[in-house]
């Protein structure tokens, strides 16, 4: 007979408390309106190869911690009364190509959703935060979800990002722990919602470089690494379009 290895009671205790974690991420993401319905998947790693995740056709608002599946890195079901997510196959994509990734959140949050179905990037260096923690925040192709073929389209952005864009369908994070994980989420939409709303009113104004190279310095201090732009030299403002498009509303200095 094969033995089964025992968990040790720090494992048992440590799986508890992030089963009660993923359900509490769940209940945020439903309340913010991140997912609809059973929108939205959450998940965490248990160790170097074996992930926690939501089971399919769930609501997140409503978890309980026996509701949830453990999978391999190649996403066959180790444990759990209810099938695995299909989509969990874009986490295991993450888990793969980042050790550090503990965490990853997917969800549908509208106002981050509405750039990925415009498929217009989100700007840069407009908010200070968004600088520190999220850096640039990426645009996946479209692809159908839960095929492998969806799951590859986050794999370029991997080590770049920590908060993608999904075209036509909505946003994925991760990070250490499921709460920076899903903070990522709730920044991005947080930003996005100012944007549309800065748009609204007729321009969005940059910070200067200078500015946020201080902000990229800060992000290193608090341990957030070094931004990708500065590693490559990668120019620091995207999309600066953005809130230019309406001529009429252009603000002006010298009114005449
Ligand atoms: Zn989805």
Sequence with gaps: MKATRRKTPAQVASERKLRQDICEIGRRVYARQFAAASDGNISCRLSRDVVLCTPTQICKGFMQPAD??????DGKQ?????PRTSEVLLHLEIYKADPSAAAVVHCHPPHATAFGVARVDIPSCVLPEVEIFLGIIPRAEYETPGSPAFAATVRPFIGKANTVVLSNHGTVSWGPTLERAYWHTEILES????LLLAQQLG???????RKVNELLALRERLGGGLDPRRQTGAPLPVNTDFGRSAGRRVRRRHPT
């Design 68 to 73: 949830l599946c453990t999978v391999d890195l």
């Design 78 to 82: 180790l444990a759990g009364q209810r």
């Design 191 to 194: 930003y996005c919602r100012v």
């Design 203 to 209: 321009h969005v104004e940059r910070l200067p470089a």
